[in-house]
């Protein structure tokens, strides 16, 4: 199927409803006000060597762009059927995909970019040479291709990555997908590009990232508990067009609770955002099920149809009827740059959440912390707690407190200014 970078909708579906209350309790929470529909991002405990990045098709090339522009936050980089930098800065998007083949000459071009933004615009490119690297096209994928694919390889390689450093995989029979291991519902088959573009190909596309920019992992967790994916506001980093008002969050429990972790950043691709195939990306890709076990946070940024025809690089006028991630310069000739809109919306969500300090989560100024024990129902009202589709979250570590209501009683300990754990004081 022929796609442009622009890919169509179905509908907003993921949460589960919430539990019914006894009609008291349901009177007090109307009386509250509504249930918060996303939290603020939280700032934990994140080993700063250990933050990648990997996105599928436009999501591709965004993590080509975010490990260019930023290569010295991120150590590591996954690219899955996307494109070398800076190609539809230079080149119609077409030539960057349809498996169109990339000349010496353009990947020239777009090597003179990084030559004269580095250290400048973008990060000092010298950090792209110590940066892990993992590729995957199959060979049935039209939409993007092994071409262009070839050249991201080539691109790397130019830029000081080494051998031992790079993974470059195609699979046969696989088409424009990330390829799981499992079967989950709503997938489409192997070998078509269709949506959700997320398929059981027999290879664990998630697994095989992390294992490169991580190294050997622990057994993955199938069941991940449901209360550790997290909505967050993406307002307080951007209000682009082309980003929703939230994205998603797994936060293992042992990183909610203050243990240091790592950082992944999953990017979709067109027509793979939450508006589009509710929480598919999100829960069956594969990412969250490795992050469980291996103390592992994994955002999941998400995008939103933007139908206002823009001026782009060099494509012309274009709107992004599909929920693409800029890789073609919808919001500013600088978009693959440190100052493109989307590129540091991003950088600011990274910056975000490891921002916690390394040991404790909170401040370690504060002073000696403050124990409540109450309702769930008091927590959220009195500001410790918020409350998300009928459960309760602790306000600073989203720990899951359990149901919302006036039964459930949570201790929650107060360690820093408006972050809370569950536990006791001494």
């Known amino acids: 199927m022929k796609s442009s970078p622009v890919r169509g909708s179905t509908i907003r579906a993921l949460a589960p409803a919430a539990p019914a209350f006894a009609l008291a309790v349901t009177l007090a929470l109307a009386a509250a006000g509504a249930a918060q529909a996303a939290a603020p991002l939280p700032a934990l405990n994140i080993d700063k060597t250990k933050i990648t990045v990997s996105g599928l098709s436009s999501g591709g090339f965004m993590a080509n762009q975010l490990g260019y522009a930023h290569s010295s936050t991120f150590k590591g980089v996954g690219v899955f059927a996307g494109g070398p930098y800076m190609c539809a800065g230079h080149s119609n998007y077409t030539a960057c995909m349809y498996n169109a083949t990339i000349p010496a000459s353009a990947l020239s071009t777009m090597q003179a970019d990084l030559n004269n933004w580095s250290g400048t615009a973008i990060d000092a490119k010298s950090n792209v040479a110590a940066q892990k690297v993992y590729l995957f096209v199959g060979t049935s994928d039209a939409t993007v291709g092994p071409n262009p694919m070839n050249a991201v390889q080539t691109q790397y390689l130019d830029n000081g990555v080494t051998a031992a450093n790079l993974s470059y995989v195609q699979r046969s029979g696989t088409a424009h997908v990330l390829p799981t291991d499992f079967d989950a519902s709503g997938n489409t088959s192997c070998g078509t590009s269709a949506s959700p573009y997320i398929a059981n190909c027999g290879y664990d596309g998630a697994k095989a990232v992390l294992t490169q920019l991580y190294g050997p992992l622990n057994a993955r967790n199938d069941s991940p508990a449901a209360a550790n994916y997290v909505e967050f506001d993406q307002t307080a980093f951007s209000t682009n067009p082309g980003l929703a008002t939230s994205g998603w969050a797994y936060i293992p429990a042992n990183c909610a609770a203050g243990q240091s972790c790592k950082l992944h950043v999953a990017l979709h691709g067109c ?21 469980d076990t291996n103390s592992i946070v994994v955002l999941f940024p998400q995008t939103r149809v933007d139908n206002t025809a823009r001026s782009t690089a060099a494509s012309g006028l274009l709107p992004n009827p599909n929920g693409c991630w800029d890789w073609v310069g919808w919001y500013g000739s600088n978009f693959a740059q440190k100052a493109g809109t989307q590129v540091a919306a991003l ?14 989560p909170g401040d370690p100024g504060t002073p000696a912390p403050v124990c409540f024990t109450s309702s769930n129902y008091t927590h959220t009202v009195s500001g410790r707690a918020y409350a998300l589709y009928g459960l309760t979250y602790a306000n600073g570590s989203n720990q899951a407190m359990g149901l919302w209501n006036i039964y459930a009683t949570t201790t929650l300990k107060r360690t820093a200014p408006n972050y809370y754990v569950i536990g006791t004081c001494p």
């Open 271 to 291: 027509q793979q955002n939450y508006a589009t195939i509710g929480d598919k990306f999100v829960r069956n890709t594969g990412f969250s099920r490795w992050a």
């Open 347 to 360: 950088k600011a969500m990274v910056d975000q959440v490891s921002g916690g300090d390394p040991g404790d």
